[in-house]
C-alpha cells in the first residue's frame, strides 16, 4: 500500500465519520424497522445472489458494511458467524445499537481502515459482501481485492453489488448529464458532504473518490485468484446517485453485481 493511499483512506474516514449523526438523524425508524422479523434491506437482484451463495449457517463478512444493515439482513436469511469491517467508529456504534435493536447481538463488528487489516481473518469465511458504494472510495483496488480474497476459506465466494462503474461518466442534475471521460483516473475531489438519502449539501471535510472502470474492477479480481461466476448489470437506482436516470430514455446501466469464487 503506497502513502497516498493511507492519505486518501484518512481523509475519507473522516469525512464518514462526520456524516455519521447526519445519515442518524435521516434514517429515524432503523431501529422499529430491524426489529421486524422480516426485514431484508438488500436489493432483489442482490437478494437473489445472496440467496444463491447458499449463506444458512455460512460464516459471513461484510467490508466497508457502515450501519450494518445489509449484514444484518444476511443473518436474518440464517448466517451463521457475521462478521462486519469498517473505518468509521461512529458507523460501527450505529450497527452495534442496530443488530442489538434487531436481536442478533452475536454479530460482531471490527474498527479498522481496511487496508490495516490484520491477517488474524485470514481463511475464515464462507462469504465476503461488499454492497453498494465501497469500490469508488478504494485508491488501490488491487489491494483492496486482495484483502476481499484474503478473507475467505478456499471456494469461498466474494458478492458485489456496486454503481455501474460508467456512472463515473455523470454529474448530478436535473437531469444527469454526462461530463467525464470514462477513462478518468484522476481522483474526484467533494467537499460538500455524504448525503446520498435527502441530498443535503452541507460544508464536509475533502474527501476523494476513485473512477475504477469495469476492467479495473474484473482485473484486479482475477489477478487475485478470483474466478467470476456471476455479473448481472442493472437498470434501476441501487446508491440514489444519479437515480433519475433510471426513467431516462437513453438509459445507462445505474447497478453491478458480481460474484467470484475464491480458487
Ligand atoms: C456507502 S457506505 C457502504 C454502505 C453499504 N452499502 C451498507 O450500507 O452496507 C461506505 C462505507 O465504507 C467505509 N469505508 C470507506 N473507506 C474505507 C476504508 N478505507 N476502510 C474501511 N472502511 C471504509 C465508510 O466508513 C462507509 O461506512
Known amino acids: 500500500m503506497s502513502k497516498n493511499t493511507k492519505y486518501y483512506t484518512q481523509k475519507t474516514l473522516e469525512a464518514w465519520d462526520e456524516a455519521a449523526p447526519i445519515h442518524a438523524s435521516i434514517n429515524t425508524s432503523l431501529k422499529n424497522d430491524v426489529a421486524n422479523p422480516a426485514y431484508n434491506n438488500l ?4 437478494d437473489a445472489v445472496v440467496t ?3 449463506v444458512k449457517n455460512k460464516s459471513v463478512v461484510q467490508i466497508c458494511c457502515n ?6 439482513s444476511v443473518k436474518k436469511k440464517g448466517a451463521g458467524r457475521c462478521l462486519g469491517i469498517d473505518g468509521s467508529k461512529p ?19 471490527y474498527h479498522t481502515d481496511i487496508y490495516d487489516l490484520p491477517d488474524t481473518f485470514n481463511n475464515t469465511f464462507d462469504v465476503a459482501l461488499v454492497t453498494v458504494g ?5 485508491p488501490d483496488l488491487a489491494c483492496f481485492m486482495e484483502i476481499c480474497g484474503s478473507l475467505l ?28 471521460s470514462y477513462f478518468r483516473t484522476e481522483p474526484f475531489v467533494e467537499s460538500d458532504g455524504l448525503d446520498y438519502f435527502s441530498y443535503q449539501k452541507y460544508d464536509g471535510k475533502e474527501n ?5 472502470s469495469l476492467s479495473d474492477i474484473l482485473m484486479a479480481a482475477i489477478s487475485n485468484n478470483l474466478q467470476l ?3 448481472k448489470e442493472l437498470p434501476y437506482n441501487v446508491g440514489n446517485f444519479c437515480a433519475d436516470l433510471e426513467h431516462a430514455d437513453h438509459n445507462p446501466s445505474l447497478g453491478i453485481n458480481l460474484a467470484w469464487r475464491k480458487i
Open 43 to 46: 436489493n432483489p437482484d442482490f
Open 153 to 180: 476459506k478456499p471456494g469461498g465466494q466474494l458478492l458485489v453489488e456496486e454503481l455501474h462503474p460508467i456512472l463515473n461518466m455523470y454529474e448530478e442534475g436535473e437531469p444527469s448529464y454526462l461530463d467525464e
Open 91 to 109: 458507523f460501527i456504534d450505529q450497527a452495534v445499537d442496530l443488530v442489538n435493536a434487531a436481536g442478533h447481538p452475536d454479530i460482531e463488528f
Open 52 to 54: 444463491g451463495a447458499d
Open 229 to 231: 461466476v456471476h455479473i
Open 134 to 138: 465501497v469500490l469508488g472510495w478504494m
Open 67 to 72: 450501519n450494518g444493515i445489509d449484514l444484518l
Open 208 to 212: 476523494y473518490t476513485f473512477p475504477h
